[in-house]
């Protein structure tokens, strides 16, 4: 039967099932003045600073939340947003931003800002990252993965309130991505109004899952693992939405977000399955977008297993991936091969295809060489989401799976459905984790740091438990140094380093993919994440 007679099948299928389940946060009424988001993982909490990126925060994050800057998609600059101009001392240390005036927080049901925006909102939002002696820092956890990944407790040593419309963040020392890092999705700037009245009602755990931000959209519902309702902020700064509500749909019926949206029961989805593109493409009721982005897809392996910890073992295994059949069989195209964690779009990119390539034989002989010529069993972890780095996990695992057993690898699959990397981290039988990292910058360090520094590993999100204090070092000389071409030759360093040790292996580098109902225009895609939704419209 052709593939896309079976699909249609699956898609009536989809329909009789969608019949019984009329959901009025969903219905057509929504379609009518919002769309239906089709998501994958509902956020633990709709506070981007306690996200690692790995759920749908970064969509529903800067529905919710304004960071002081923003970066540009073209050129990957910082530029104003909440701050209108920003100054820097002579030695880099210290930064003065002047912050817009009369941006409304949002009102809702549960809180009435009394003011606007202005400098105590910001050290607070801050404050709680990087002071642990602040009322909110421990409330929910105390863990703020992004930030800890990248050092920024140690980074920021003090934040200030210079008056209402000045605010002073003193450094440490240099760093050249501090501005990059306070222009992601994670630099939400938060109440201090509202955190003041929860603190004193004894509810804090609610600012993070009732947040209020200065947003596009405000939250007005949020049902766990079904939904996330949002509505139109009227006060926005900026350019109020042009939609009244988003419908953040995470319902799991045993339908998928294609038959949702080939039967309208959503309006938008992202990173869609490989194999559905051909469908997709051939729908003119589907509109596609696509963009680069800044990502890669790679196999984590612990480095604290008795074999993995051989730097042989390692590469032998990074020899035997056939990777052009990956992207052949998995990315239809839409993707390319990765001989480093840094795409060819970074400027710090150093091609390491010598290093990096498919050799069979010499695999073999690297583990004979390691004293496993009659073979060695692993077990591999598989996120089975499929992501804008990685479209097809389980797919890209089976190719994997022959690979090594090529080599006389025998390689189990665990599938885990949404692959938290804080989860797989504690599995006691993790070897190998296949996953991936879309950067939030454009800073090489985006990519670097977060995968596999010592600080990254405190956080979880180091999955190869790899922690060179060498590599780390040449990360901060780079961030601190003001010559480019220094940096560069930094980079490369450590991406030289890596291609030697090997505790991840990169795979791939995919595209953002977004497709939504031909009806709806005004989305801003962009390398980093998905963007606001003040422009969307829908044609009539």
């Given at each position: 039967?052709?593939?896309?007679?079976?699909?249609?099948?699956?898609?009536?299928?989809?329909?009789?099932?969608?019949?019984?389940?009329?959901?009025?946060?969903?219905s057509?009424?929504?379609?009518?003045?919002?769309?239906?988001?089709?998501?994958?993982?509902?956020?633990?909490?709709?506070?981007?600073?306690?996200?690692?990126?790995?759920?749908?925060?970064?969509?529903?994050?800067?529905?919710?939340?304004?960071?002081?800057?923003?970066?540009?998609?073209?050129?990957?600059?910082?530029?104003?947003n909440?701050?209108?101009?920003?100054?820097?001392?002579?030695?880099?240390?210290?930064?003065?931003?002047?912050?817009?005036?009369?941006?409304?927080?949002?009102?809702?049901?549960?809180?009435?800002?009394?003011?606007?925006?202005?400098?105590?909102?910001?050290?607070?939002?801050?404050?709680?990252?990087?002071?642990?002696?602040?009322?909110?820092?421990?409330?929910?956890?105390?863990?703020?993965?992004?930030?800890?990944?990248?050092?920024?407790?140690?980074?920021?040593?003090?934040?200030?309130?210079?008056?209402?419309?000045?605010?002073?963040?003193?450094?440490?020392?240099?760093d050249?991505?501090?501005?990059?890092?306070?222009?992601?999705?994670?630099?939400?700037?938060?109440?201090?109004?509202?955190?003041?009245?929860?603190?004193?009602?004894?509810?804090?755990?609610?600012?993070?899952?009732?947040?209020?931000?200065?947003?596009?959209?405000?939250?007005?519902?949020?049902?766990?693992?079904?939904?996330?309702?949002?509505?139109?902020?009227?006060?926005?700064?900026?350019?109020?939405?042009?939609?009244?509500?988003?419908?953040?749909?995470?319902s799991?019926?045993?339908?998928?977000s294609?038959?949702k949206?080939?039967?309208?029961?959503?309006?938008?989805?992202?990173?869609?399955?490989?194999?559905?593109?051909?469908?997709i493409?051939?729908?003119?009721?589907?509109?596609?977008?696509?963009?680069?982005?800044?990502?890669?897809?790679?196999?984590?392996?612990?480095?604290?297993?008795?074999?993995?910890?051989?730097?042989?073992?390692?590469?032998?295994?990074?020899?035997?991936?056939?990777?052009?059949?990956?992207?052949?069989?998995?990315?239809?195209?839409?993707?390319?091969?990765?001989?480093?964690?840094?795409?060819?779009?970074?400027?710090?990119?150093?091609?390491?295809?010598?290093?990096?390539?498919?050799?069979?034989?010499?695999?073999?002989?690297?583990?004979?060489?390691?004293?496993?010529?009659?073979?060695?069993?692993?077990?591999?972890?598989?996120?089975?989401?499929?992501?804008?780095?990685?479209?097809?996990?389980?797919?890209?695992?089976?190719?994997l799976?022959?690979?090594?057993?090529?080599?006389?690898?025998?390689l189990?699959?665990?599938?885990?459905?949404?692959?938290?990397?804080n989860?797989?981290?504690?599995?006691?039988?993790?070897?190998?984790?296949?996953?991936?990292?879309a950067a939030?910058?454009?800073?090489?360090?985006?990519?670097?740091?977060?995968?596999?520094?010592?600080?990254?590993?405190?956080?979880?999100?180091?999955?190869?438990?790899?922690?060179?204090?060498?590599?780390?070092?040449?990360?901060?000389?780079?961030?601190?140094?003001?010559?480019?071409r220094?940096?560069?030759?930094?980079?490369?360093?450590?991406?030289?380093?890596?291609?030697q040790?090997?505790?991840?292996?990169?795979?791939?580098?995919?595209?953002?993919?977004?497709?939504?109902?031909?009806?709806?225009?005004?989305?801003?895609?962009?390398?980093?994440?998905?963007?606001?939704?003040?422009?969307?419209?829908?044609?009539?």
């Amino acid at each position: 039967m052709p593939k896309s007679l079976r699909y249609l099948l699956l898609s009536l299928c989809a329909v009789l099932t969608l019949a019984g389940c009329n959901d009025p946060e969903k219905s057509p009424q929504t379609r009518m003045n919002g769309f239906v988001y089709c998501g994958t993982t509902h956020p633990q909490f709709l506070n981007p600073q306690l996200s690692d990126g790995g759920d749908n925060i970064k969509s529903i994050g800067p529905q919710l939340f304004d960071s002081l800057l923003t970066l540009d998609p073209l050129s990957f600059k910082p530029k104003p947003n909440l701050a209108i101009k920003w100054q820097v001392n002579e030695d880099k240390t210290q930064y003065t931003f002047t912050l817009r005036t009369n941006v409304q927080f949002h009102q809702t049901s549960w809180f009435q800002p009394s003011r606007p925006m202005n400098a105590d909102d910001v050290v607070f939002s801050f404050k709680r990252i990087i002071d642990s002696s602040n009322p909110y820092h421990y409330v929910n956890g105390g863990h703020y993965p992004w930030f800890q990944s990248i050092g920024f407790s140690r980074l920021v040593k003090d934040v200030k309130a210079i008056d209402e419309q000045h605010v002073q963040f003193t450094l440490s020392y240099p760093d050249n991505t501090f501005l990059d890092n306070i222009s992601t999705v994670f630099a939400a700037i938060h109440s201090q109004e509202y955190a003041h009245q929860l603190a004193s009602k004894d509810e804090k755990s609610q600012l993070d899952e009732l947040p209020i931000g200065t947003g596009p959209f405000r939250l007005e519902k949020s049902q766990h693992n079904e939904l996330v309702r949002l509505t139109k902020h009227s006060n926005y700064w900026h350019h109020p939405a042009n939609m009244q509500q988003v419908v953040f749909d995470f319902s799991h019926r045993g339908t998928g977000s294609l038959a949702k949206l080939l039967t309208q029961e959503c309006d938008v989805m992202t990173d869609p399955i490989s194999s559905q593109l051909t469908l997709i493409n051939d729908n003119t009721d589907i509109h596609s977008n696509i963009s680069k982005a800044m990502n890669v897809a790679f196999l984590s392996l612990n480095t604290q297993h008795f074999a993995l910890n051989d730097v042989r073992v390692r590469q032998a295994l990074s020899f035997a991936i056939n990777r052009k059949n990956i992207i052949d069989a998995v990315y239809f195209g839409q993707g390319y091969i990765a001989t480093s964690l840094l795409p060819s779009d970074s400027w710090a990119y150093q091609d390491n295809s010598v290093q990096i390539r498919y050799d069979r034989q010499y695999a073999k002989a690297l583990l004979k060489q390691a004293g496993f010529e009659d073979g060695l069993t692993l077990t591999m972890w598989v996120p089975l989401a499929a992501q804008s780095y990685n479209p097809n996990p389980h797919k890209t695992a089976e190719l994997l799976q022959a690979n090594f057993a090529d080599i006389g690898v025998t390689l189990s699959i665990l599938t885990e459905k949404f692959g938290r990397r804080n989860t797989l981290t504690q599995q006691p039988n993790t070897d190998l984790v296949l996953t991936g990292w879309a950067a939030n910058t454009g800073e090489p360090d985006s990519l670097l740091r977060p995968q596999l520094s010592c600080e990254a590993q405190r956080a979880s999100l180091n999955i190869s438990m790899w922690c060179d204090t060498d590599f780390d070092f040449l990360l901060t000389l780079a961030r601190e140094s003001e010559q480019t071409r220094h940096r560069l030759n930094l980079y490369h360093q450590a991406q030289t380093m890596l291609t030697q040790e090997l505790p991840i292996i990169p795979i791939a580098h995919g595209v953002q993919y977004q497709v939504h109902h031909s009806s709806l225009s005004g989305f801003a895609l962009n390398p980093f994440n998905s963007g606001s939704f003040e422009h969307v419209v829908r044609e009539k």
